[in-house]
């Protein structure tokens, strides 16, 4: 099975912050990397897909990076509505999600 | 628009079996690979496996083989999980997600869920 991690898994940041997440598999995944932000109570929502693709209809402050086994989600300007857990999946050999990284309100 | 309404809760006992429905409409609801996720309180997402609702054809994570069941009738739309053997362990919300690529352009996303049905079990 291929095994997702995630640094941090925690950040407090500030609205207007530049905020990077890294996930890594535990071998290689090609780009088949997607990310999704999820609030409390709700389903998550993807952002991007194919470790770099925007989803239809999110914002362009999120964008992703990366291929093989190193991948990173940034946010270029932190908004309120950020405020979340974020999870990468690998979709390359089954479905598996990361541990997921909190963003909190510093 | 898409939509994925699933059944409301359920409480159950450990050895009971429990049955999730998710109700999909503004779609074709045979044109997309279907797939199930848990999440267990305070916990991330888990994968529990998919299935096609075209040919009924399913894969099921290594962790559940032999406890799960993935169905489907293709005349109101509907795709079904049966969990069976609960334990306490099982307490989570159930998901549906609709898969939103064939792998084209690295596309295998979720790109539409359901609300999620919690499930609990206890004693």
């Known amino acids: 099975d291929i095994q997702m991690t995630q640094s941090p898994s925690s950040l407090s940041a500030s609205v207007g912050d530049r905020v990077t997440i890294t996930c890594r598999a535990s071998?290689?995944?090609?780009?088949?990397l997607n990310w999704y932000q999820q609030k409390s109570g709700k389903a998550p929502k993807v952002l991007i897909y194919g470790a770099s693709s925007l989803q239809s209809g999110v914002p362009s402050r999120f964008s992703g990076s990366g291929s093989g086994t190193d991948f990173t989600l940034t946010i270029s300007s932190l908004q309120p509505e950020d405020f979340a857990t974020y999870y990468c999946q690998q979709s390359y050999q089954g479905f598996t999600f990361g541990p997921g990284t909190r963003v909190d309100i510093k | 628009q898409v939509q994925m309404v699933q059944s409301g809760a359920e409480v159950k006992r450990p050895g009971a079996s429990v049955k999730v429905s998710c109700k999909t409409s503004g779609y074709i609801f045979t044109d997309y690979h279907l797939h199930w996720v848990r999440q267990a309180p305070g916990q991330g997402p888990e994968w529990m496996g998919w299935?096609?609702?075209?040919?009924?054809?399913?894969d099921y994570a290594l962790d559940f083989q032999g406890r799960v069941t993935m169905t489907r009738d293709t005349s109101i739309r509907t795709a079904y999980l049966e969990l069976s053997r609960l334990t306490p362990d099982d307490t989570a919300v159930y998901y549906c997600a609709r898969q939103g690529g064939s792998g084209s352009n690295y596309k295998m996303d979720f790109d539409f869920w359901g609300q999620g049905s919690l499930v609990t079990v206890s004693s």
């Open positions: 299935m096609n609702p075209n040919t009924g054809g399913t």
């Open positions: 071998e290689n995944i090609r780009r088949y």
